[in-house]
C-alpha cells in the first residue's frame, strides 16, 4: 500500500482510530494485523518470506540469551546466514549468476546456472538490516531477548516504516509496543503536520521532476546534454523529496498514534563535505553500516592504511545493499572515493584556504564547500539513475559535451536558446512545468533555511495563529492543487531496496 494512494487515505484513519478505541492490551494484535494487511496489499504471498526471516531471528534471539561461548556465537552466525540467505536467493542470485555466467564466457567454460524468475519482496533490504540489528544487539547484550512473539513480529513489521525505514534499533522500539499511548491532541497534530509536509514533498516535489527525469534518463542517447545536466539536477531533488518525504510520512503517522522513529534526514544537501553529507542522508543506514560493519571491521582505531580499506567495504557494501547492479556499487565505491581524497588532501585544501584567505570570509567559504560537496554527490547520482554503466558512461559524455555548447552560447548572448534547449520537443515539460519545478525546491530551500534557527514547528509556534492557519492551508492546498496526479499514484524509490 502507498502512501500516496487513495487506500491510504482509508487505510489510515481507520488503523488509528482502532488503536485508541482498544484496550491497551489488544493494540499489539490489531496493529500487526494492520501491519500485515499494508504489506500483503503488494504481493500477499510475500508476506511468508517476511514471516521466515522473523521466524529465524526471534528464536535465534531467545537461544542467543540463554547459551554462552562457542553455542552462543554459532546461534548468531547461523541467524546472519539465515537471514542474508533469504535476501540473496531473492535479490542477489542473478545479479552474480549473470556475473558467474559472463566470466565462464571469457574463460571459456560451461556454466549453465539458470537465473531465477523471482520478484523481489518490496523494502525487503530494510526488514532485513533491522531483523539483524535485533539479533546483534542480543548477542552484545546491549538488548534482552523478546519472548513476545507478536511485539518481535510488530517490532518488524510495524507498518509506518516497514518498507523504507527509517530501520530502528531495537532498544529504541520494543518498549514502545508496551507502553500505553493516550490521545494528545498537539501530539497529534504535528504528527499529521509531518505527514502533510512528507506527502507535499512527495507528489508535489518528487512526483513531478520524476516526469522530467524519466524521459531524460529514459533515452540518454537522444537528449541533449544540457537536459541531462537539469535532468541529474532534479533527480537530486526527485530521490531526496521522495525518501525523505516517505521518512516525514512514517515519522508523522507513528508520532500520531504515540510512538517515536528515529530522524532519517538532516537538510543534507547544505553538507559542507562528503563526511557530513552521510551523517545527514538516510541516517538510520549510515549508523547501521558504521555501527555493524565498519566499527567491527576495526574502525578508525588502525592503521592509516587499513582505515581506508574499511571505509571503502563499507561503501561498496553500501552501494550493493541498494541494488544488484554495478551502477550502485560504482556509486558506493565512488562516496568511498569522496571520502578518502577528503581525508588525503585535508592539509593541501587548508593551506589553500590560507594561501587565498578565504577563512577571512567565512560565509562565502561555507557556500564554496557546500556548491562543491553539492556538485560531486550529483555526479555520484548519475551511477544511482542510469539503467546501466554504459547508460552512466553516455550521460557523463553527452553533459560534458553539452556544457561545452551551453558556455559557447551563453558567451555570445544566446540564452534564449540554452531555454530553448532544455524545452525542446519532446521532454514533458512546459514553462509552467519548469517554473513549477523550480519554485518549488526553492520553497523547499527557503524551509531548510529558516531550520538553521530551530525546528520548522517550533517557529511556526511562535507566530500567530492566523499566520500558522495560512501556511497549514497552504501546505495541504498545495499537495491538492499541485500534487502530480496524471497518472498512477507513483511508488516510492527506496521500494524498491
Not at 537461544?63 to 562457542?70: C, F, L, M, S, V
Request: aromatic residues 18%; charged residues 15%.
Amino acid at each position: 500500500m502507498l502512501f500516496n494512494s487513495l487506500d491510504f487515505l482509508i487505510y489510515f484513519p481507520l488503523v488509528t482510530l482502532l488503536y485508541f478505541l482498544l484496550p491497551h492490551r489488544f493494540r499489539w494484535g490489531m496493529l500487526l494485523v494492520a501491519s500485515c494487511l499494508f504489506y500483503m496489499a503488494f504481493i500477499p504471498v510475500y508476506i511468508l518470506v517476511l514471516f521466515t526471516t522473523i521466524l529465524i531471528d526471534y528464536f535465534a534471539g531467545i537461544w542467543i540469551e540463554k547459551t554462552a561461548g562457542k553455542t552462543r556465537k554459532i546461534w548468531l552466525i547461523t541467524s546472519i546466514l539465515s537471514t542474508c540467505l533469504v535476501l540473496f536467493i531473492f535479490k542477489y542470485f542473478n545479479f552474480f549468476n549473470a556475473n558467474m555466467a559472463g566470466l565462464a564466457r571469457w574463460l571459456h567454460w560451461n556454466y549453465s546456472l539458470e537465473g531465477l524468475s523471482l520478484i523481489l519482496p518490496i523494502g525487503l533490504s530494510f526488514h532485513t538490516f533491522q531483523s539483524l540489528s535485533y539479533v546483534i544487539e542480543v548477542y552484545y547484550g546491549r538488548q534482552k531477548a523478546e519472548h513476545h512473539f507478536g511485539i518481535y513480529a510488530l517490532y518488524v513489521m510495524f507498518y509506518p516504516q516497514l518498507v523504507a525505514g527509517p530501520i530502528e534499533r531495537p532498544q529504541h522500539m520494543l518498549h514502545q509496543f508496551y507502553e500505553k499511548h493516550y490521545f494528545e491532541y498537539q501530539r497529534v497534530a504535528n504528527g499529521l503536520k509531518r505527514m502533510a509536509w512528507g506527502m507535499f514533498k512527495k507528489v508535489v516535489i518528487a512526483d513531478r521532476l520524476a516526469v522530467y527525469v524519466n524521459q531524460i534518463y529514459g533515452d540518454p542517447a537522444s537528449s541533449h546534454g544540457l537536459q541531462l545536466l537539469l535532468a541529474t539536477f532534479f533527480f537530486a531533488y526527485q530521490i531526496y523529496c521522495d525518501f525523505s518525504g516517505y521518512s516525514d510520512i512514517a515519522i508523522g503517522a507513528a508520532q500520531v498514534m504515540g510512538f517515536k522513529l528515529m530522524e532519517n534526514f538532516n537538510r543534507p544537501y547544505f553538507s559542507k563535505s562528503i563526511s557530513e553529507f552521510w551523517k545527514r542522508w538516510h541516517i538510520s543506514l549510515s549508523t547501521w553500516f558504521k555501527d555493524y560493519l565498519y566499527i567491527p571491521l576495526g574502525g578508525n582505531r588502525v592503521s592509516l592504511s587499513r582505515l581506508y580499506m574499511n571505509l571503502m567495504i563499507t561503501f561498496l557494501v553500501s552501494g550493493l545493499w541498494h541494488g544488484a547492479n554495478w551502477t550502485y556499487v560504482i556509486w558506493g565505491g565512488l562516496n568511498g572515493f569522496y571520502l578518502l581524497m577528503s581525508l588525503l588532501t585535508r592539509s593541501w585544501r587548508e593551506k589553500l584556504v590560507q594561501l587565498t584567505r578565504l577563512g577571512q570570509f567565512p560565509q562565502l567559504h561555507k557556500g564554496l564547500q557546500v556548491i562543491t560537496t553539492f556538485t560531486l554527490i550529483c555526479f555520484s547520482w548519475v551511477f544511482f539513475r542510469a539503467s546501466s554503466l554504459a547508460d552512466a558512461i553516455l550521460v557523463f559524455k553527452r553533459i560534458f559535451q553539452g556544457l561545452g555548447e551551453g558556455l559557447q552560447l551563453a558567451l555570445e548572448g544566446h540564452l534564449g536558446s540554452i531555454v530553448h534547449l532544455l524545452m525542446a520537443p519532446g521532454v514533458p515539460f512546459g514553462r509552467k512545468e519548469y517554473l513549477l519545478a523550480l519554485g518549488t525546491i526553492l520553497l523547499l530551500e527557503i524551509a531548510h533555511l529558516a531550520q538553521r534557527k530551530g525546528a520548522l514547528k517550533w517557529q511556526l509556534s511562535q507566530k500567530p495563529v492566523w499566520v500558522r492557519w495560512v501556511f497549514y492551508y497552504g501546505l495541504v492546498m498545495g499537495v491538492i492543487l499541485l500534487g502530480n496526479y496524471s497518472m498512477a499514484p507513483q511508488q516510492f524509490i527506496y521500494f524498491q531496496f
